[in-house]
């Protein structure tokens, strides 16, 4: 084995069951090249009522696939309130302890790679790695504090986003390298004026971008080997919209539904909307589609991510949900955007996001207008679409995913940990 490796996840839990995310696949790929990888989380699984269960230890280790996981104590929550917050500190606080015994079960570590979305799991794997002198790469899968700023949670004037701005500094000065998800990462740092040439204390030399992806190996295999039986999938005279996410606030399908309405009422029968997914709007949502006699529109609940390439397939277009005009100059890494492109569909956002992807790959159509009605003749105009040129946008998609494969993102990522990477 060339080098042992810990990628450091808060959230990655859930991928030990599904076995596919980001860092399952990277753990996956970067082991068929020769390292030793082992994926570190939390015992608790995000949004869900699952956990591993502990017992008496602090931590528990377990294998997969041949990727060994290792999963740290931590307490329940549900909701973003102060039970999560806890959750998140006690991750942060017994993976000190927890690191000490996992060097004696498995070997000291040549690199630590840690991961957001929360702060904190970045900080321990700094201080973890200066304790035991090896190099840490921290990956940034979300702007925060930003983020807070941008969904509204909290004022840029707040005094605490201060605070937090200046921990996100500190990060990214001590990072020996950083990741972004998103491409304009190093326009972000510019635009906070962290960068040596605007008097900063961060070299942009050190800042790379792998964006989220999709392991093409296993999408493909669980579209031919999990299908659902659901007569509106397989009806083949019917135009599939389909969105699949979260029912929340900020993914905004309550707009999805309303467009909706307005091609039903221009007479497209054959157009139908399916929706995959949970969310504390979805009930919300279902009501007014009743108090609206919106027939159009089909609920399927949450169903298991290895279902999703074959509900995919059977996909005429794919909806994206919207990002933070805010931040969306800095690129999206969403991670439904690549199953939308292995699906090799056509996808339709509202939102035109710096270094976009569609546009990029030409593999649909991305409107810069918030206008339902917009969106509506948009789909309308799909459902009419010659075949060549829906075509052309299906095959386009077919090789953005490609290029985004984890077999291919993890090969960029080798060529960081080995110093031979592009920026």
């Known amino acids: 084995m060339k080098k042992n490796i810990w990628l450091i996840n808060h959230y990655a839990t859930n991928s030990f069951f599904e076995k596919g995310g980001r860092?399952?696949?990277?753990?996956?790929?970067?082991?068929?090249?020769?390292?030793?990888?082992?994926?570190?989380?939390?015992?608790?699984?995000?949004?869900?009522?699952?956990?591993i269960e502990i017992g008496n230890s602090n931590y528990k280790a377990d294998t997969t696939e041949t990727i060994p996981y290792v999963f740290v104590k931590t307490s329940d929550y549900k909701g973003n309130g102060i039970a999560r917050l806890k959750n998140m500190y006690n991750f942060y606080k017994n993976l000190y302890p927890v690191s000490n015994k996992i060097i004696e079960q498995f070997g000291k570590p040549n690199l630590i790679i840690a991961s957001s979305v929360h702060p904190l799991t970045l900080v321990a794997g700094i201080k973890i790695a200066k304790k035991i002198n090896i190099p840490c790469i921290c990956e940034v899968r979300d702007l925060w504090p930003a983020s807070f700023s941008a969904y509204g949670i909290m004022s840029e004037k707040n005094p605490i986003m201060k605070l937090l701005y200046q921990g996100e500094k500190w990060i990214y000065k001590k990072a020996d390298k950083i990741i972004f998800t998103m491409e304009g990462g190093k326009d972000y740092i510019i635009d906070k004026g962290w960068d040596k040439q605007n008097g900063g204390p961060i070299?942009?030399?050190?800042?790379?971008?792998?964006?989220?992806?999709?392991?093409?190996?296993?999408?493909n295999y669980n579209k031919e080997n999990y299908k659902l039986k659901d007569t509106d999938l397989e009806n083949d005279s019917l135009f599939k919209v389909i969105y699949t996410g979260s029912i929340r606030k900020a993914n905004d399908v309550g707009k999805l539904v309303k467009i909706a309405k307005i091609i039903q009422d221009k007479g497209y029968k054959e157009i139908i909307f399916l929706i995959y997914g949970e969310g504390d709007e979805k009930e919300n949502i279902i009501q007014y589609c009743s108090d609206n006699n919106i027939s159009n529109v089909k609920f399927k609940g949450k169903v298991d991510k290895k279902y999703i390439p074959y509900i995919l397939s059977k996909s005429n277009l794919n909806v994206l949900d919207f990002v933070s005009a805010k931040l969306a100059k800095y690129g999206a890494s969403l991670n439904k955007l690549f199953d939308y492109f292995a699906s090799g569909k056509p996808t339709l956002s509202d939102k035109e996001c710096g270094y976009d992807l569609i546009k990029r790959y030409n593999c649909g159509e991305v409107l810069n207008?918030?206008?339902?009605?917009v969106f509506a003749e948009k789909i309308i105009e799909f459902y009419n679409m010659p075949k060549e040129k829906y075509d052309l946008y299906s095959q386009n998609a077919l090789i953005a995913a490609k290029d985004y494969d984890f077999k291919n993102l993890s090969k960029k990522l080798e060529e960081i940990i080995e110093n031979k990477g592009g920026n």
Do not use: M
């Not at 399952?24 to 949004?47: D, M, Q, W």
């Not at 207008?369 to 009605?373: A, G, H, L, N, V």
């Open 369 to 373: 207008s918030t206008d339902e009605e």
């Open 203 to 219: 070299d942009l030399n050190k800042v790379y971008h792998i964006n989220n992806g999709v392991d093409l190996e296993l999408f």
């Open 23 to 51: 860092h399952y696949s990277l753990a996956k790929y970067l082991r068929e090249f020769g390292y030793s990888p082992i994926v570190i989380c939390a015992s608790t699984v995000h949004n869900s009522n699952n956990k």
